[in-house]
T-cell receptor, first 115, second 112 residues
Framework: DGGITQSPKYLFRKEGQNVTLSCEQN?????MYWYRQDPGQGLRLIYY???????QKGDIAEGYSVSREKKESFPLTVTSAQKNPTAFYLC??????????????FGPGTRLTVL | RKEVEQDPGPFNVPEGATVAFNCTYS??????FFWYRQDCRKEPKLLMS???SGNEDGRFTAQLNRASQYISLLIRDSKLSDSATYLC?????????????FGSGTQLTVLP
């Protein structure tokens, strides 16, 4: 089955630790995105990548880092520099063609809690 | 002014009711519009794209008003399973970036 997978589903981190969230897709999508969602709020863009080996900062990139070494994979690292990392993290991908603003499809998300 | 604004609700309606959500956007150059549905503690899922001519998918109708910069979603004959948060999504042109901006969502509860 084609889709987007994220792991782990739940993640607990101690303050001062870096953690990496996994995102994999087998949809052959070029573009991939990371969002953060806080309770009662909309999604905010952290980073996005339109092609392998290239990525751009979104609106709230501080304290996060990404890599895009393979088309299928777009891992997100939450560093100790992120002051308030507890949130629901969502990875998405977007199909090629049909213009620049195609719909995005989401993975099931990772809930990160800092203890 | 927020780039994408929605009434947060909550909207509590009885089964079988018709309910409408509106969403306004700030950038007149926006070209792509979507409605997503998000269930509690789940990921958003695409409900429908919104086309200039308006479009319908079963009980759901989406409309776009470019002059007033708003989009709407109409749900007819509400079902219990329609209870969710509905997200208005708009592209905000920013150079070559393929970005979408998400509203904060409108919460719908359909009551038996």
């Amino acid at each position: 089955d084609g889709g987007i997978t994220q792991s782990p589903k739940y993640l607990f981190r101690k303050e001062g630790q870096n953690v990496t969230l996994s995102c994999e897709q087998n949809l052959n999508h070029d573009a991939m995105y990371w969002y953060r969602q806080d309770p009662g709020q909309g999604l905010r863009l952290i980073y996005y990548s339109q092609i392998v080996n290239d990525f751009q900062k979104g609106d709230i990139a501080e304290g996060y880092s990404v890599s895009r070494e393979k088309k299928e994979s777009f891992p997100l690292t939450v560093t100790s520099a992120q002051k308030n990392p507890t949130a629901f993290y969502l990875c998405a991908s977007s199909p090629p063609g049909r213009g620049d603003y195609n719909e995005q499809f989401f993975g099931p998300g990772t809930r990160l809690t800092v203890l | 002014r927020k780039e994408v604004e929605q009434d947060p609700g909550p909207f509590n309606v009885p089964e079988g009711a018709t309910v409408a959500f509106n969403c306004t956007y700030s950038n007149s150059a926006s070209q792509s519009f979507f409605w997503y549905r998000q269930d509690c503690r789940k990921e958003p899922k695409l409900l429908m794209s919104v086309y200039s001519s308006g479009n319908e998918d079963g009980r759901f109708t989406a409309q776009l008003n470019r002059a007033s910069q708003y989009i709407s979603l109409l749900i007819r004959d509400s079902k219990l399973s329609d209870s969710a948060t509905y997200l208005c999504v708009v592209n905000i042109p920013s150079g070559s970036a393929r970005q979408l901006t998400f509203g904060s969502g409108t919460q719908l509860t359909v009551l038996p």
